[in-house]
């Protein structure tokens, strides 16, 4: 399965964008999606996560109510949308792919992951 992570760039405070997941290789409909994020210098974290049919979604606390985690099957890819951003979102997002069908927070729960694109915030 490749994965193909698109979207991000620089955008001041407050603003919006929408990052996409384009998946090949593999079978799409069947596998939980998730995004991460790593800053310079942190870790790779939990940013959020969509089960296989689109009804169960997992969101990290700092990001709950600004941003929509979404798949399109027919398009095999899965999308995060990003409002009211703030400094602190300002990372490399990286998206993920796991054979389950379950969303999970857990970095070592994905088997696929994309390239990341970095997202800029300014203040």
């Known amino acids: 399965v490749q994965l193909q992570a698109s979207g991000g760039g620089l955008v001041q405070a407050g603003g919006s964008l929408r990052l996409s997941c384009a998946a090949s290789?593999?079978?799409?409909?069947?596998?939980?999606m998730g995004w991460f994020r790593q800053a310079p210098g942190g870790e790779r974290e939990f940013v959020a996560s969509?089960?296989?049919?689109?009804?169960?979604?997992l969101y990290t606390n700092s990001v709950e109510g600004r941003f929509t985690i979404s798949r399109d099957d027919v398009k095999n890819t899965a999308y995060l949308q990003m409002d009211i951003l703030k400094p602190e979102d300002t990372a490399v997002y990286y998206c993920a792919a796991r054979v389950d069908t379950a969303a999970d927070t857990e970095v070592e729960n994905y088997d696929y992951w994309g390239q990341g694109t970095l997202v800029t915030v300014s203040s």
């Open positions: 969509i089960n296989w049919s689109g009804d169960s979604t």
């Open positions: 290789g593999g079978t799409f409909s069947s596998y939980a």
